[in-house]
């Protein structure tokens, strides 16, 4: 019953190829009951964002499990590509795949290392399977516990020290192609987090004017009203608010190009002198790389922020041994608890069947007694419990720290066990050794 994680990311699959295999988020809940009810998925979560698209799995069969998901990823919703995505995917397994779940959520696999959206994507990932009731008892614990060690890392290293979103990176961008943003006036497109986050830079950039267009006009307003400044416009008025902007910041969730080479021709037209610099941090890109045709127009797309990043990250280095530390520590933690699933059943029946027989001779016994009082009647009740708890302590404690050690010789004392209190189970546990399956 290996876990895996199946994916691509910006270290292997450039935008265009990330972009074609990007889900909707109305549509992440359709996708992870459909992953769901492959036979060999036992459950299921989807991380995606900006640069990456991974499934983490329980598998049933890690084979035929793997080439399920291989399936899904170029099938669901997507049709003919012109190239082949087994190129593009990395597959990790076992300890692999933990280890690698715990660096995305510290930060340490990300474009820019140590950068804050990761833990609320992750954790915006683990709530939507959640509630797809994708995740079973092994994801649940493994997401949680990923969760943790990002927090974390980050509170105890200086992984996310100067923090530096992809946002403000592409502020930057702009800045380092015009020379300076002050008295510009800008176009964000897209009032969400990234919106944010550009608006809110672009104010201490010394900004002039900060247009903000997002499909559903509420939103532009709220953005704007929360941040002070700026203004909101409706996406018809697109074409209008380019053509008097210096610098576009493009980061929508639609699933197409919100800008197109129409749409930028149209605005230069009305300004053919002045330049136009734009930075498209989404994924599905929002604007055609066709608008490069035009002059005075200069596009940079998230992988094009690659420099920039690399010139941000010498602080954040510094900090990766301490991160790793924390990352193996709650590796061997996870993988402990894998192990010790095997103990679950047979600890399970042992005390209930110690319970049931409690029980029953005590209340034999109060019923031979009927002079007791509440008092003696409690006393002994406790005494009872006490006996039976003390008796299951050591065979318990022993059979999880086998577990933890040797999964065969768990396995075996389970069975003897088994036999022992003729605890009526039959079948084996499914529990694989994690880190064997991570070799």
Same mark, same amino acid.
Request: aromatic share 6%; net charge negative.
């Given at each position: 019953?290996?876990?895996?994680?199946?994916?691509?990311?910006? &270290?292997?699959?450039?935008?265009?190829?990330?972009?074609?295999?990007?889900?909707?988020?109305?549509?992440?809940?359709?996708? @992870?009951?459909?992953?769901?009810?492959?036979?060999?998925?036992?459950? $299921?979560?989807?991380?995606?964002?900006?640069?990456? @698209?991974?499934?983490? $799995?329980?598998?049933?069969?890690?084979?035929?499990?793997?080439?399920?998901?291989?399936?899904? /990823?170029?099938?669901?919703? &997507?049709?003919?590509?012109?190239?082949?995505?087994?190129?593009?995917?990395?597959?990790?397994?076992? &300890?692999?795949?933990? *280890?690698?779940?715990?660096?995305?959520?510290?930060?340490?696999?990300?474009?820019?290392?140590?950068?804050?959206?990761?833990?609320?994507?992750?954790?915006?990932?683990?709530?939507?399977?959640? +509630?797809?009731?994708? @995740?079973?008892?092994?994801?649940?614990?493994?997401?949680?516990?990923?969760?943790?060690?990002?927090? =974390?890392?980050?509170?105890?290293?200086?992984?996310?020290?100067?923090?530096? !979103?992809?946002?403000?990176?592409?502020?930057? $961008?702009?800045?380092?192609?015009?020379?300076?943003?002050?008295?510009?006036?800008?176009?964000?497109?897209?009032?969400?987090?990234?919106?944010?986050?550009?608006?809110?830079?672009? +104010?201490?950039?010394?900004?002039?004017?900060?247009?903000?267009?997002?499909?559903?006009?509420?939103?532009?307003?709220?953005?704007?009203?929360?941040?002070?400044?700026?203004?909101?416009?409706?996406?018809?008025?697109?074409?209008?608010?380019?053509?008097? $902007? *210096?610098?576009?910041?493009? !980061?929508?969730?639609?699933? &197409?190009?919100?800008?197109?080479?129409?749409?930028?021709?149209?605005?230069?037209?009305?300004?053919?002198?002045?330049? =136009?610099?734009?930075?498209?941090?989404?994924?599905?890109? *929002?604007?055609?790389?066709?608008?490069?045709?035009?002059?005075?127009?200069?596009?940079?797309?998230?992988?094009?922020?690659?420099?920039?990043?690399?010139?941000?990250?010498?602080?954040?280095?510094?900090?990766?041994?301490?991160?790793?530390?924390?990352?193996?520590?709650?590796?061997?933690?996870?993988?402990?608890?894998?192990?010790?699933?095997?103990?679950?059943?047979?600890?399970?029946?042992?005390? %209930?069947?110690?319970?049931?027989?409690?029980?029953?001779?005590?209340?034999?016994?109060?019923?031979?007694?009927? *002079?007791?009082?509440?008092?003696?009647?409690?006393?002994?009740?406790?005494?009872?419990?006490?006996?039976?708890?003390?008796? @299951?302590?050591?065979?318990?404690?022993?059979?999880?720290?086998?577990?933890?050690?040797?999964?065969?010789?768990?396995?075996?004392?389970?069975?003897? /066990?088994?036999?022992?209190?003729?605890?009526?189970?039959?079948?084996?546990?499914?529990?694989?050794?994690?880190?064997?399956?991570? %070799?």
């Amino acid at each position: 019953m290996p876990i895996t994680c199946i994916g691509l990311s910006h &270290h292997t699959a450039p935008v265009e190829v990330r972009e074609s295999h990007a889900f909707p988020a109305s549509r992440m809940a359709e996708a @992870l009951v459909a992953l769901r009810d492959y036979g060999a998925v036992r459950e $299921a979560a989807m991380l995606q964002t900006c640069g990456r @698209l991974e499934i983490y $799995a329980e598998l049933d069969d890690y084979e035929r499990g793997v080439a399920q998901i291989k399936s899904f /990823l170029a099938n669901f919703r &997507h049709g003919a590509t012109g190239y082949d995505i087994e190129s593009y995917l990395y597959t990790r397994l076992g &300890h692999q795949a933990v *280890d690698h779940l715990f660096r995305v959520c510290t930060g340490l696999d990300s474009m820019l290392i140590g950068e804050a959206e990761i833990l609320g994507q992750v954790k915006a990932a683990y709530v939507a399977a959640t +509630r797809a009731k994708s @995740l079973g008892r092994t994801l649940h614990y493994l997401f949680r516990e990923a969760l943790a060690a990002g927090k =974390l890392a980050r509170a105890q290293t200086r992984i996310g020290v100067e923090s530096v !979103s992809i946002a403000t990176l592409a502020v930057e $961008a702009a800045r380092a192609g015009l020379g300076t943003l002050e008295g510009r006036c800008v176009l964000v497109l897209g009032a969400g987090k990234m919106g944010r986050n550009a608006v809110k830079r672009l +104010r201490q950039e010394g900004a002039a004017r900060v247009v903000v267009v997002n499909r559903t006009i509420s939103r532009s307003r709220k953005l704007v009203a929360d941040a002070g400044f700026g203004e909101a416009f409706e996406m018809p008025d697109v074409v209008g608010a380019l053509a008097g $902007a *210096d610098v576009v910041v493009s !980061s929508t969730g639609a699933s &197409h190009f919100v800008l197109d080479e129409e749409h930028v021709r149209a605005a230069m037209e009305q300004r053919p002198e002045r330049p =136009l610099f734009i930075v498209d941090i989404a994924v599905p890109r *929002d604007v055609d790389p066709a608008v490069t045709n035009i002059a005075n127009v200069s596009l940079i797309d998230i992988d094009g922020l690659k420099s920039l990043v690399d010139e941000r990250l010498d602080q954040r280095r510094e900090a990766i041994p301490a991160v790793e530390e924390i990352i193996a520590e709650y590796a061997e933690r996870f993988e402990n608890w894998y192990r010790a699933r095997v103990a679950v059943p047979v600890i399970a029946r042992l005390t %209930q069947k110690a319970e049931s027989i409690r029980a029953a001779e005590l209340k034999r016994l109060l019923a031979r007694c009927p *002079d007791l009082g509440e008092r003696e009647q409690m006393l002994i009740t406790g005494t009872t419990m006490t006996i039976v708890s003390k008796l @299951l302590h050591s065979a318990i404690l022993k059979i999880r720290e086998q577990a933890t050690i040797d999964h065969a010789e768990a396995l075996s004392s389970a069975r003897v /066990l088994d036999d022992l209190f003729e605890l009526g189970s039959r079948k084996e546990p499914e529990v694989s050794n994690l880190a064997d399956d991570g %070799q």
